[in-house]
């Protein structure tokens, strides 16, 4: 499965950005056995996980990001978005989606979020 991640750039702190993850080759009936996730990497630093979203749709969160991020799966575009609000410096990252399935995970590159102060 090969994942095609969207969506970095450059904000101002108290923007907002959305990532979007797709596959196209995953066909609709195959993209709702995927658990998805979100993660992010900093030099120097472990991979941390974000948010995640399993196939019934339960989503969870990493403190630092609750209550300003919201991940999300779009059926139509086979997608799994990750929205971010209120963002802070402390946000910039690499940010990698993974979707995962039978314990087999899949990783996409990662896009670069910069936040500035």
């Known amino acids: 499965v090969q994942l095609q991640a969207s969506g970095g750039g450059v904000v101002q702190a108290g923007g907002s950005l959305r990532l979007s993850c797709k596959a196209p080759r995953v066909i609709l009936s195959e993209f709702w056995t995927y658990n998805m996730a979100w993660y992010r990497q900093t030099p120097g630093k472990q991979r941390e996980l974000v948010a995640s979203?399993?196939?019934?749709?339960?989503?969870t969160y990493a403190d630092a990001v609750l209550g300003r991020f919201a991940i999300s799966k779009d059926n139509s575009r086979k997608t799994v978005n990750l929205q971010m609000n209120s963002l802070k410096p402390e946000d910039t990252a690499t940010y990698y989606c993974k979707w995962e399935r039978n314990g087999n995970d899949y990783w996409g590159k990662g896009t670069l979020v910069t936040v500035s102060s």
């Open positions: 979203i399993t196939t019934r749709g339960t989503s």
